[in-house]
Nanobody, 115 residues
Framework: QVQLVESGGGLVQPGGSLRLSCTAS????????MGWARQAPGKERELVAS???????NYADAVKGRFTISRDKAWKTVYLQMNSLNAEDTAVYYC?????????WGQGTQVTVSS
């Protein structure tokens, strides 16, 4: 079973930036999507940024122009650069890797935007 380990969350002031990282414990075959989802209290989990296996990038409207997703060449690490953060970005952020055998999730990392 592959493990996805996230890091980089924390407390940041409005307007600040954070960079999240997620590294897989081993090489994952047949990757269809690498991405980041978030879940705020009382809300459903939503996918905010993703890269497809053919390197198409997709962003939720709420983060377009502020968040940037990237990956390493080995497809083992995915990053999320988050700029111009605001209180609505406060959530637990989860790393996602999808392949033909299912969705693999990280344990989540808390991002809190507050002054």
């Amino acid at each position: 079973q592959v493990q996805l380990v996230e890091s980089g969350g924390g407390l940041v002031q409005p307007g600040g930036s954070l960079r999240l990282s997620c590294t897989a414990s081993r090489t994952i075959s047949g990757i269809q999507v690498m991405g980041w989802a978030r879940q705020a209290p009382g809300k459903e989990r939503e996918l905010v940024a993703s890269i497809t296996g053919s390197s198409n990038f997709n962003y939720a409207d709420a983060v377009k122009g502020r968040f940037t997703i990237s990956r390493d060449k080995a497809w083992k690490t995915v990053y999320l650069q988050m700029n111009s953060l605001n209180a609505e970005d406060t959530a637990v952020y989860y790393c996602l890797v999808r392949n033909p055998w299912g969705d693999h999730w990280g344990q989540g990392t808390q991002v809190t935007v507050s002054s």
